[in-house]
């Protein structure tokens, strides 16, 4: 351990000493014994001369410690604390006096003295009140310091994200149109009557393009624009993106089927362009992650009341379900992806707060239930089968 000599020398070596006493041979004397420690040390004799030291020194690199007396004749030590205080708060101070009168004692508080020393001065406590305040000095200027680099930082970090923003914006744009043209045109030669292997794997291909269009879009936009709440029929909007993945599905040796629970299932009030980006990335994953050929199963029912609706399918399992709506999770490297669509989802159903129930065995498959808490009355009835033949009816 550091003799109190040698922790001096290394906390005051890169920092000046302003002595401020009336008193010529204290002063003399304090400077001598100080100067084996300090880089520069000045001194002064009253509080007029101490300004003008102080104000020219503070130019200077180096961090700076006063030691003052109380009494300066005029001006007092305090008054003196008081001026320096008043242009840099944080300016450290050890204060000297011959009288231990309650009032002073609180003065020195009120005015922001670091450190009170009784004359006639005791080394022992001289050095410890030095350590004490260089020590303060040292972690003002490392949380100075720190607070910089995290601005820095900060700024750094927004500027990146304001790039990656712009990013994204020109990369919607630039994706818009010509997604739109190749769209368009299948539609066209759909229209026409041309069908073919090719054209299947390519209107499958832009599908999925435009469903990761549609996820950027909503990255972009959901924190800047509100989303209106509508009544939705839960059961046509699925029937509809099941037609939409219906060809993802064939290009991929796949099949979609859909089951009802019950007729007349109410409505749920909920954003469409929120349920969009649950139900395609749900059914945009069954299909990345299915085994070839299957059938992906989905569901719609209600549960103690409340609607729902399910995707299932067989593919690998989920080993870690609480880390499956956070971005970048990646079970393994099949079929690649960074878990965007499901980190969405993720967002989503904690914002609407809307319960996910996930299951994957190897016997039933994985499953993913979505519960809507804010399902109007219903009914109970039969169970009734879907056919994907019949979605369209």
Known sequence: MNSPIERIRELASNKILLIVEDDPLLS?????????????????LDVIDAMRVYKSIRTKEFPILIITDINLGNLSGI????????????????????????????????????????????????????????????????????????????EYALKLLNEQDQFLKNAIHEIHTPLAVIITNIDLLRLIGIKNESLNAIEAGSRIIQNSYEDMTYLMKHDRIPYENTQIDLVAFIKERIRY??????????????????????????????????????????????????????????????????????????????????????ESNHNGGYGLGLNIIGQICKEEEIEVKISSTPIRGTHFRYIFKNATELQHNSSTIVSLNAVGD
């Open 245 to 330: 993945f219906n060809c993802i599905a064939e290009a991929n040796n796949m099949s979609l089927s859909l089951r009802i629970g019950q007729p007349n299932l109410p409505a749920i009030l909920f954003s469409e362009l929120k349920l969009s980006r649950i139900v395609d990335n749900t059914l945009s994953n069954a299909i990345k992650y299915s085994y070839r050929p299957s059938e992906i199963n989905i569901i719609i029912g209600l549960q103690k009341n409340i609607l729902f609706f399910e995707v299932r399918n067989h593919g690998p399992l989920i080993q870690d379900k609480k880390k499956i709506f956070e971005r970048f999770h990646r």
């Open 28 to 44: 003399e004397s304090l400077a001598r014994l100080l100067s084996h420690f300090f880089h520069t040390i000045y001194s002064s």
């Open 79 to 154: 008054d003196l604390t008081h001026q320096i205080k008043a242009i840099d708060p944080n300016q450290k101070l050890i204060a000297i006096s011959g009288t231990e009168e309650r009032t002073i004692f609180i003065d020195l508080i009120r005015c922001g003295v670091d450190q009170f020393i009784l004359k006639p001065i005791d080394q022992n406590e001289l050095f410890e009140a030095l350590i004490s305040v260089l020590t303060k000095i040292d972690y003002d200027i490392e949380l100075k310091n720190n607070r910089i680099l995290l601005e820095d930082s900060r």
